[in-house]
């Protein structure tokens, strides 16, 4: 059982690099997510899927872009990476429990980005 | 938006004995509160939910207790293992969704053999 799997497990970038984070999830959920966890922050949200072919901004969203290329994956791209993006980013997925109610958050374990 | 404190941020207890986290959160309409654990270079997991028409929930060693009018809600692991040491999140939630969770700070907990 995959669940959640992210690429890669660890990157540095120089400032002004580009990268995407991949993201895929072999649950057949609807949603997903990408979260950034930061020291004494815990998780903040980026941006989520909420189906197929819909994104929308979380709390955090700035400097970043996200694809839902398809019901199984969604990757973040950060297009000019910069030190205040150094964190650890977490992919997340949920599909409905009895069939409506929004189930629990399946997360990846996890990217540490450096940015230097 | 919705706000959550989560104290202490750091937690050390014996083998055996019991630990509580508190959690506080400022927007009355909230109405759902998940827990998470995270173990060492894994991501969260969710280990307990509770949402607000029940006040108190029970799993084995696990339980969640909730005071809608004070606005919080508290983690009790009973009987602790060395296995519960990990990193804690409390969330809070008003929307349907998960897109509107609001995570606490998280609590360091250590188990001391």
């Known amino acids: 059982n995959a669940g959640v799997t992210q690429t890669p497990k660890f990157q540095v970038l120089k400032t002004g690099q580009s990268m995407t984070l991949q993201c895929a999830q072999d649950m057949n959920h609807n949603s997903m997510y990408w979260y950034r966890q930061d020291p004494g922050m815990g998780l903040r949200l980026i941006y989520y899927s909420a189906s197929e072919g819909t994104t929308d901004k979380g709390e955090v969203p700035n400097g970043y872009n996200v694809s839902r290329l398809n019901k199984r994956e969604f990757s973040l791209r950060l297009e000019s990476a910069a030190p205040s993006q150094t964190s650890v980013y977490f992919c997340a997925s949920s599909g409905l429990r009895g069939g409506r109610i929004p189930g629990e958050l399946f997360f990846g374990e996890g990217s540490r980005l450096t940015v230097l | 938006g919705e706000n959550v404190e989560q104290h202490p941020s750091t937690l050390s207890v014996q083998e055996g004995d019991s630990a509580v986290i508190k959690c506080t959160y400022s927007d009355s309409a909230s109405n759902y509160f998940p827990w998470y654990k995270q173990e060492l270079g894994k991501g969260p997991q969710l280990i307990i939910d509770i949402r607000s028409n029940v006040g108190e929930k029970k799993d084995q060693r696990i339980a969640v207790t909730l005071n809608k009018t004070a606005k919080h809600f508290s983690l009790h692991i009973t009987e602790t293992q060395p296995e519960d040491s990990a990193v804690y999140f409390c969330?809070?939630?008003?929307?349907?969704?998960?897109?509107?969770?609001?995570f606490g700070t998280g609590t360091r907990l250590t188990i001391i053999p």
């Open positions: 969330a809070a939630t008003m929307g349907f969704g998960n897109e509107k969770l609001t």
